[in-house]
């Protein structure tokens, strides 16, 4: 197993999936064209509590957005980061100074120095993987020959 690899494990993520119930998302866009909107809004409208955390903005989602994860006023299961890799050792600092239970990393947000702030701190680490498409495949919201499956495709293996 890669180090990377170890931050994907499936029966962890699934296992944050069940377990968390509000994400605050560092990096949450109020621009409906951005991945993080989309994410955010899918999140919403599958029961989540979505927490934007966004210094630029005053609301996001009909939420209020926070300048900074410090400054969120409820517990939050989750740390959902859309933020450049080199931005992840204090967001994973902040993450542990809240009380976080998981930090949950994007496509392309790697950066091992963060994991291991967050790991240290006790908290679970997911990298390099979207959320919305893990909660799409773990919880049923995509079809069931792409569950567990490591792809998204209706191709089958080997046919390609």
């Not at 119930?21 to 909107?37: D, F, H, M, Q």
């Not at 994410?39 to 210094?55: E, M, S, T």
């Not at 005053?58 to 400054?71: A, K, M, R, V």
């Not at 989750?78 to 009380?99: H, K, S």
Request: hydrophobic fraction near 40%; aromatic fraction near 8%.
């Amino acid at each position: 197993m890669t180090d990377l690899e170890r931050y994907q494990d499936p029966l962890t993520i699934q296992r944050v999936l069940h377990a968390t119930k509000t994400i605050a998302i560092v990096g949450l866009s109020n621009n409906e064209l951005r991945a993080s909107y989309f994410v955010g809004y899918y999140l919403k409208r599958h029961g989540y509590r979505v927490i934007p955390v966004n210094p630029r903005a005053t609301e996001i989602l009909g939420e209020t957005s926070y300048p900074s994860l410090q400054d969120v006023p409820v517990p939050v299961d989750l740390v959902n980061v859309f933020r450049a890799p080199d931005a992840l050792p204090g967001i994973a600092r902040d993450a542990v100074e809240i009380n976080a239970d998981a930090l949950w990393c994007q496509f392309g947000v790697i950066n091992e120095e963060g994991a291991r702030i967050a790991e240290d701190g006790g908290q679970t680490v997911i990298m390099d993987r979207c959320l919305k498409v893990e909660h799409a495949r773990y919880v049923g919201r995509m079809h069931w020959l792409g569950f567990n499956t490591q792809r998204i495709t209706s191709v089958r293996a080997g046919l390609q």
